[in-house]
């Protein structure tokens, strides 16, 4: 047992700062945080970090040791409401949960593999004893089926470090997790609000739930193993300050750009960066096995965007049905992988038979497509379809950082959803410009899922939100403080850690 945890003092300010998070000391006992009528911040603790949409792994103590256990195994992942991915991850979730400790903690963790294949974890970034490392064949022997291993050393480092599978193609089927490490004495300035951010992406074929590991193309991109408008908002108080952590591991860099706030960067994968290193950004990017820490004053009022700034990575399940193939006469869209990346068996590339198809291919095949009529907009058959008309609405928008307003009873037309297109959305010479349709490809913005994405955090946003939300984008919500208060009385009814 090392030294530090030889004292009582010492095993009591460890664990209130550590484990217990929302945790604090009064007159030598242990009490929430809440009774005190302070937050950790103002106890010059460290904040706990919250993992929207995840969970954090539990762990108990065994002789000053911090005991973990984890599983590799398969586990079906929900994207957002109706698409369920077969991946795999760590005791049920990919990206695996959150382990959150503390810098000089000793950590034991008790991995199983329930996999059909080896696997063994590396911790990206933490400086342990080489047989620790968690590489196949080099550092350990990989653990078969069924088999398991103990990962046990002490952490002499903080900042945002993360664990995955040391097997390439593992990594692609969702095999990372946080690992999340507190300094002995807490980051200056202080934050209210620290979260953990997983980015992933994955290729799925029409009619399959398991990705397509080769491929080089992505349809879905998530941020804690969800896509939009699944991922949880984060909601923040006007005037505190907030730290996102980024994480990223798969085959694509992602440029997370933040709207309405300029933030800090302040931590690398490397750990806490020195105040002279800080770069001033509104935009980083965030590339394969990196992570950064972005700190920011919520100091503009409103609901902001955090987002991946590639434009294929703003939607969800993008297929080839922009441009001319859903116009005039159906042009087609390739028959074969080859003629996807531009090497048909006979004409040229760029014809009108093959063109299309370029660069559009998910790594199988690239099918012809059929040709079809215009789309729902031409003879008035949009404004007939149920859930297509005008909206008849009249909604109040608030002020920035206040909840959205609408009459009561809110009043639509029959079968009207909210975020469907008006009837002068469309352009009457759409179909003679080139070009013609990208974002109206669908002849309205997504179908909206309000009421399937409800949670705390949502409270308060504009009827239709989701669906101008795809992909990798996650709203920051800078609230007032009744706002704030009452989305934390809601989460509190959920069941949920203000």
């Known amino acids: 047992m090392e030294k530090k945890w030889n004292t009582r003092r010492g095993f009591l300010r460890r664990l209130a700062a550590a484990g217990a998070g929302g945790w604090a000391l009064k007159a030598g006992v242990l009490a929430p945080a809440a009774a005190l009528g302070e937050t950790p911040a103002q106890r010059g603790l460290n904040v706990p970090v919250r993992y929207p949409n995840g969970r954090k792994l539990p762990w108990h103590w065994d002789n000053g040791v911090k005991v973990f256990h984890l599983v590799a195994e398969p586990v079906r992942q929900e994207l957002i409401p109706g698409t369920v991915l077969d991946l795999w991850g760590y005791s049920g979730s990919a990206p695996g949960p959150m382990i959150e400790v503390n810098e000089g903690d000793r950590v034991r963790i008790l991995f199983e593999n329930h996999l059909p294949e080896p696997t063994a974890i590396h911790w990206h970034g933490l400086e342990i004893p080489n047989d620790m490392d968690g590489v196949p064949g080099i550092t350990q022997p990989y653990i078969v089926p069924g088999g398991r291993f103990t990962y046990e050393f002490t952490l002499r480092q903080n900042g945002t470090y993360f664990y995955h599978s040391h097997m390439a193609m593992q990594e692609m089927l969702g095999m990372i997790g946080p690992f999340i490490i507190h300094p002995t004495v807490p980051y200056s300035p202080a934050v209210q609000h620290d979260f953990a951010i997983v980015l992933q992406e994955y290729a799925v074929l029409p009619g399959n739930s398991v ?120 042009l087609p869209a390739g028959i074969s992988m080859p003629a996807g ?83 002068n959305a469309i352009a009457p010479n759409a179909n003679q410009v080139p070009g013609f349709p990208q974002d109206a490809y669908m002849e309205g913005p997504q179908m909206n899922m309000d009421q399937a994405v409800a949670s705390p955090e949502t409270y308060g946003l504009p009827p239709g939100w989701s669906g101008f939300m795809g992909g990798m984008m996650v709203l920051v919500r800078v609230v007032d403080d009744a706002l704030y208060q009452k989305i934390q009385g809601l989460r509190r009814q959920a069941g949920r850690k203000a």
């Open 211 to 330: 990705p397509n590991t080769m491929s080089m193309e992505y349809n879905w991109l998530t941020m804690n193993g969800k896509s939009a408008p699944a991922i949880t908002p984060l909601v923040v108080r006007l005037g505190d300050r907030v730290r996102v952590r980024l994480m990223n591991l798969g085959m694509d860099g992602h440029p997370i750009h933040l709207h309405g706030m300029q933030f800090w960067l302040t931590g690398t994968e490397g750990g806490r960066q020195p105040v002279s290193n800080w770069i001033r950004r509104n935009t980083v990017w965030v590339a394969v096995a990196q992570a950064w820490d972005c700190e920011f004053e919520a100091n503009n009022p409103g609901t902001w965007m955090l987002h991946c700034h590639l434009p294929h990575h703003m939607m969800n399940n993008m297929a080839s049905s922009v441009g001319p193939m859903t116009r005039g006469y159906g």
């Open 341 to 423: 990346m531009g090497m048909p068996s006979s004409g040229a590339a760029l014809s009108p038979q093959y063109g299309p198809s370029m660069g559009r291919g998910m790594g199988i095949s690239s099918q012809w497509e059929t040709p079809e009529a215009n789309g729902p907009q031409h003879g008035g058959a949009m404004a007939a379809m149920p859930g297509m008309g005008p909206s008849v609405a009249r909604q109040r928008h608030p002020r920035p950082g206040q909840p959205y307003e609408s009459p009561a009873p809110h009043q639509a037309a029959a079968g009207q959803m909210h975020g469907m297109q008006p009837p």
